[in-house]
């Protein structure tokens, strides 16, 4: 093997791993930000978890990736560790995707139909329509798909030309000698993990050992510890990926670890027990592609099958490996933004859409115990209240920031988008919380003070209370859902709200020149009907962003918007304001 061969086989390598990724990114792109919804939907069950981690492995072509995935999705709180392991374990199957699909290469005969179907034939054209594709298209679908085909005919493409590099080996002593020590099987477990973790990848490392078999030198005996060794060496990226993370995280990477590691041990034991027993003939001889790819499928299947009744031991197992200590649990929880996910954006930019539904919950159910703290004063209630105010802050900090880091990132344009909406509403949330807390506030200085509201006041107080509830549960549930019905309530809402204010204020002004309350309570009332029209504001800005995104979102005009809505130009608004006016405005004229 001369110089040239070894340049030529580090190309085939770059190119093979270069192909992987790409084809990942685009599979995982085109996925958008689905995966980390199917995750915590479908992962009920051990069977349904395995199913889908092996599903989602097969399409991002690397089982470390979905690992990492569900690594930060467990340091978020989105996953609990029970549906880890069960991702975990079908993550091992989906890995061998890669493997049967390099096997293609190995076909072989003659006919124009049957070299058509060889990938020395069409991972070319291939490649070369998906950079068409990919360079002179604008569309984010087109230029995804092209990226998925230039990927998949890099892989075969790099697989040629390592299999062409390393073809003079079969003549070399010492390439010989090598294999022949590997077929120690402790020594072939090493080098499988070595190498694995050295490319940072099983399926790349399976690729690299297919390319090899073409020597006529990878023998089952030799060729058998590889592969186990590689999906050992497999978890050194979650194991880093959890540094820093929480316990429940770190749980997560330690039972991948664990699955592989005792998989392994068991596989052995069975393997060279029958070996002694009944002394394989077959032992000697080579494996080609196909072989490869079927063993590594077999044994990450036949681990799987095995490892599934005892998914609560291995939990148990993990939970040993890293205890809980006294004093860890926090007093508040909050959502971990975990950025070992920016390597995945449309999954980060779900883990952080989570994150600003929190946000909105917490300043939500700050409002629905504001105004019955006027009424009736609760201190315990009221040092709730600056809890959830503490989670809306800090998230409002960590969500921005997370989001600001993550445009560094490789985004498709409707990432972009998504990203800067994010923040959008991040900020709605966060006034609405800060107002909720003014009204929170208000109710202290009325109990220091010793202040009473009238009963007109106290009632219509209580009818308002109710619309900007039902209003700040449609924006909550709009956002959440992403329902562009639930938004369009929204507006005509608002506008019955900014008619139930104006009321109040004319009536609460009459009150204070005939004398029936006092000049202090009349002050505190009236910052109060501020602070809710502010809330009922937000939550209108909150539904025309979400109109404006189903809509053309450059020429989208929020002002606009409002403004043929209040003039009854949209479809189905002035029914809507109609009704709101007859549940609430008539219901404040009774008081």
């Known amino acids: 093997m001369t110089i040239f061969d070894i340049i030529s086989l580090a190309g085939g390598i770059a190119l093979f791993l270069y192909g992987m990724s790409i084809m990942g990114s685009g599979l995982e792109k085109l996925a958008g930000g689905k995966m980390e919804g199917i995750l915590r939907r479908l992962t009920s069950s051990t069977i349904s978890a395995v199913a889908l981690g092996a599903v989602i492995t097969g399409i991002i072509q690397s089982s470390a990736g979905t690992t990492v995935i569900v690594i930060g999705l467990v340091n978020s709180g989105i996953m609990e560790l029970s549906q880890a392991i069960g991702v975990i374990m079908g993550a091992n199957i989906g890995t061998t995707v ?199 499928t077999l044994f990450n299947v036949v681990v799987t099958m095995l490892f599934i009744p005892f998914t609560k031991l291995l939990a148990r197992l993990a939970e040993l490996t890293i205890p809980d200590r006294a004093g860890d649990q926090d007093a508040i929880a909050i959502p971990v933004l975990d950025e070992r996910l920016f390597n995945s954006p449309a999954v980060a930019i779900q883990q952080a859409k989570s994150a600003v539904e929190t946000m909105a919950r917490n300043a939500e159910m700050n409002f629905q115990v504001s105004i019955p703290l006027l009424f009736k004063y609760d201190a315990e209630t009221v040092a709730t209240v600056a809890q959830r105010e503490d989670i809306v802050d800090k998230l409002e900090a960590s969500i921005s920031t997370y989001l600001i880091k993550l445009t560094d990132k490789e985004l498709s344009e409707s990432e972009s988008q998504t990203i800067n909406e994010l923040i959008n509403f991040v900020v709605e949330f966060e006034r609405i919380g800060d107002y909720a807390v003014n009204i929170v506030e208000r109710s202290g200085e009325i109990h220091d003070k010793e202040l009473e509201f009238t009963d007109t006041a106290r009632g219509q107080l209580e009818v308002l209370d109710g619309a900007v509830r039902e209003i700040l549960q449609l924006a909550v549930r709009a956002f959440t859902d992403n329902d562009l019905r639930v938004a369009q309530k929204v507006e005509p809402l608002e506008e019955t709200i900014d008619e139930l204010v104006e009321t109040m204020r004319e009536s609460h002004i009459r009150r204070l020149k005939d004398g029936l309350c006092s000049l202090e309570t009349g002050i505190v009332f009236l910052e109060l009907l501020t602070h809710i029209e502010r809330i009922s504001d937000h939550c209108s800005n909150v539904a025309a962003r979400i109109i404006g995104r189903e809509m053309d979102a450059a020429r989208f005009d929020k002002h606009e918007f409002r403004r043929r809505a209040h003039e009854g130009d949209l479809p189905g608004f002035p029914e809507l304001a109609a009704a709101y006016r007859e549940k609430y405005v008539e219901a404040l004229k009774k008081v």
């Open 98 to 296: 890669t493997g049967q699909l390099i096997r293609l290469s190995d076909i072989s005969g003659g006919g124009t139909l049957l070299e058509l179907c060889k990938p020395d034939t069409f991972a070319p054209m291939v490649a070369f329509l998906g950079a068409i594709l990919f360079v002179f298209f604008k569309a984010p679908k087109k230029r995804n798909i092209g990226q998925i085909m230039m990927g998949f005919g890099l892989l075969f493409i790099g697989m040629k030309t390592m299999t062409a590099s390393v073809e003079p080996l079969r003549d070399s002593p010492l390439f010989v000698e090598l294999f022949t020590s590997l077929t120690n099987p402790f020594l072939g477990v090493l080098a499988g993990m070595l190498v694995t973790i050295a490319i940072q990848s099983s399926s790349a490392s399976v690729g690299i050992l297919q390319a090899l078999s073409s020597t006529g030198l990878v023998t089952w005996g030799s060729a058998i510890p590889i592969i186990l060794g590689q999906n050992i060496g497999t978890c050194s990226t979650p194991l880093m990926a959890s540094i820093g993370a929480s316990k429940a995280a770190k749980r997560s990477a330690v039972v991948h670890l664990y699955f592989n590691v005792i998989g392994t041990l068991v596989f052995m034991a069975v393997i060279y027990g029958l070996r002694a027993v009944f002394h394989f003939t077959w032992w000697n001889d080579t494996m080609n592609m196909g072989d490869i790819a079927n063993f590594h």
